[in-house]
């Protein structure tokens, strides 16, 4: 199976500051068609997870630009330039490339 | 726009059964893959198990396998969990999601909680 290590597990962050989320996996995610299958979902306190980003680094529809996600094979990033209220939440990673999928286990985003 | 909705949750015993269901709309059900994942009080998120557009093409985490089963009805846009042999470790909230063009870019329900409790 391949696993998922996100960090930091918290991250206190001030309105308008930048934030920083790592995920590395034990194998490359890169496939053979180029795409990195690792996507970074936000579980936003007692609401369902969303797709904020799909492929490494493409947004999802919706999603603010503030958002960006980078990052190939096994090392991965997903940044916020300026944090808003709106952005706390719990976020995940999650590696798409093979069964069993693996969720990293969440980095959670709180506000100062 | 893509609408999921889980439902069948409830209370039941250890070595019991449930099943979920997961109705869907604002898109071809049968033309993608269905994931369920769960995500136990407090926890992070669990993959249960994957169901290709194709019906036949299933896959399960060690966790669940041999004792829950996912299906669909392509004619009624609806996914399916069939668990049995139920165990206090399956409580969980457990959200269908559909999947994008690859097992991934997930669109998520809102979710249906088991408690599994004597």
């Known amino acids: 199976d391949i696993v998922m290590t996100q960090s930091p ?6 309105p308008g500051e930048p934030a920083s989320i790592s995920c590395r996996s034990s194998q490359s995610l890169l496939s053979s068609n180029g795409n990195n299958y690792l996507d970074w979902y936000v579980q936003k306190p007692g609401q369902s ?21 980078s990052g190939s094979g096994t090392d991965f990033t997903l940044k916020i ?9 719990v976020y995940y990673c999650m590696q798409a490339l093979q069964t069993p999928l693996t969720f990293g286990g969440g980095t959670k985003v709180e506000i100062k | 726009q893509v ?13 019991g059964s449930l099943r979920l269901s997961c109705a869907t709309s604002g898109f071809t059900f049968s033309t993608y893959g269905m ?5 136990a009080p407090g926890k992070g998120l669990e993959w249960v198990a ?4 194709d019906v036949t093409t299933k896959y399960y985490a060690d966790s669940v396998k041999g004792r829950f089963t996912v299906s669909r009805d392509n004619s009624k846009n609806t996914l399916y969990l069939q668990m049995n042999s139920l165990r206090t470790e399956d409580t969980a909230v ?20 088991v408690t599994v409790s004597s």
Do not use: N
């Open chain 2, 3 to 15: 609408q999921l909705v889980e439902s069948g949750g409830g209370v039941v015993q250890p070595g």
């Open chain 2, 50 to 53: 994957l169901i290709r557009h």
């Open chain 1, 9 to 14: 597990l918290s991250l206190p962050v001030t």
């Open chain 1, 49 to 69: 997870p969303q797709l904020l980003i799909s492929l490494g680094s493409t947004r999802a529809s919706g999603v603010p630009d503030r958002f960006s996600g």
């Open chain 2, 94 to 113: 457990y959200y269908c999601a559909k999947d994008g063009p690859y097992w991934g870019d997930f669109s998520w329900g809102q979710g249906t909680m």
């Open chain 2, 35 to 39: 994931q369920w994942v769960r995500q």
């Open chain 1, 81 to 89: 330039t300026r944090v808003e209220a709106e952005d706390v939440g």
